[in-house]
């Protein structure tokens, strides 16, 4: 049974699962627009949205946090750009659009995840 196992694994060990989501998550934030698969997508924005309320609270250990789980660079810009720009909105900042190709070589769906 799966019993409080959340998450897909996409093949990976823990460790190098979290760097993978901290690099597309970095990606979603610098870009703020990522055509990728649907899993990952929908994986990666738990991740972004957590990091966007994280920067809402504007305090210094808001910031420390988000420098702690990404670039310097993407901390900063979360902080200073993208939490102010939804203080008024309760969540969902980002939205997933499926789009209608599929991957060639595999067949995945995908999907681009922007911010709203």
Do not use: C, W
């Not at 460790?15 to 649907?38: D, P, Y």
């Not at 990952?40 to 420390?64: C, D, M, P």
């Not at 969902?92 to 499926?98: D, P, R």
Request: charged residues 35%; hydrophobic residues 35%; proline residues 2%.
């Amino acid at each position: 049974m799966r019993h409080l196992k959340k998450g897909r694994k996409f093949g990976l060990k823990k460790g190098k699962r979290r760097s993978f989501l901290k690099i597309l998550a970095n990606n979603l934030i610098q870009h703020e627009r990522v055509t990728t698969t649907e899993a990952r997508a929908k994986e990666i924005r738990s991740v972004v949205e957590r990091f966007i309320t994280y920067g809402k609270k504007q305090n210094i250990a808001s910031l420390r946090l988000l420098i702690k789980y990404l670039p310097k660079r993407a901390a900063y810009k979360v902080y200073h750009e993208l939490a102010p720009r939804y203080k008024d909105r309760k969540g969902g900042y980002t939205t997933i659009v499926k789009l209608a190709k599929v991957r060639k070589h595999d067949g995945s769906k995908m999907a681009m995840i922007k911010f709203i």
